[in-house]
């Protein structure tokens, strides 16, 4: 009688299975439409999706989401449009899940959106030009209080100062440990952020006498490069065109950016600076800085920079890694100060449209 039993049980979990799509197979059922998709897109285009259902599955709905989040949903197979205005510029990721007899199924497919917006050339001029000490490889750059903060690189002579910015000369000091590679800095409720390179931690002074109050783990294994805050959140790239937006409080990732130069992605954002509601971005190596939108990561204005190098000493120093990469805003003079790694001196410039 049992075995009567397990035979009956054993059939009956076969027929079961055998009702149903195997999981493996749920895959190749249905796919997006590729010929009503494009590589890429701008933001005040639209998305129109639709399934191909090659299997002539009866399908109840389908669900739409992009990067996770859901978007909407059609009844049957009927045409979803979906417009990409609050979309960020990057990839999209699209994913489709296919409710059908009784059953569900998943697709997806991967679009990127690009930015429509061409940027300005920024000119400037130079109002001072400032001695800077030229053993300071600068990695982060900020006013705070009418003190010039820097932090600078290098492993075993990283450093957080407070600085005389007229004289070069720094009144005040921390030194990291020799393991840590000190990058970019700011400056928030009176607290000082420093970000090191590869350490995957960072430490949070007094920003009156640069006590350390402690120490912190990014909230993911990537890589420290600069910093900035609007007055309530920190912005933070890490050498992508990602710029990441965290709590203060706990330094974990609330949202991000992706930083595009109409259709190009602008990678290495290194130096980040917050001016009048945009964050100024230097990028690595060009010796040029980015105007970004921090909603939208669009670049809206370029500011080249490369005719301050010509006016700096560097000699016996490596030219190709002494590059600029120190940007604070003195928000009392509406102007900017800009220096490098190892550079001998500080400009102080005013950037006109």
Known sequence: MKKHKLLAFILLGTVLVSC????????????????????????QESLSLVLNNDKNKTIDSIAYYINEKRVGGVKGNNKFDFPLADSKLGYQQIKAIVYYEGQNAETDARIEVVSNVKPKLLSYTIVNTYPHDETSYTQGLEFYRDTLFEGTGQRGTSKLLKTDYKTGKA???????????????????????????????????????????????????????????????????????????????????????????????IKAVNELEWVNGKIYGNVYQKDAVAVINPKTGAVEGIIDLRELKTKVNMMGHDLGNDVLNGLAYNPKTKTLFVTGKRWNKMFEIKVLE
Do not use: H
């Open 171 to 265: 009144y005040q000091s921390v030194n990291l440990e020799g393991k840590y590679f000190g990058e970019g800095i700011t400056i928030l409720n009176n607290k000082v952020y420093q970000l090191t390179w590869q350490e995957n931690t960072g430490f949070i002074y007094n920003a009156d006498n640069l006590k350390q109050i402690r120490t912190f783990n990014y909230f993911k294994n990537i890589e420290g490069w600069g910093l900035c805050n609007d007055g309530k959140q920190i912005y933070q790239s890490d050498g992508t065109e990602k710029i990441w937006v965290l709590d203060p409080e706990t330094m974990k990732e609330t949202d991000y950016i992706n930083v595009y130069s109409e259709s190009s992605k």
């Open 20 to 43: 149903g799509d195997k999981e493996i197979d749920k895959k190749n059922l249905f796919s997006i439409e590729q010929s009503g998709l494009k590589a890429t897109y701008q933001p």
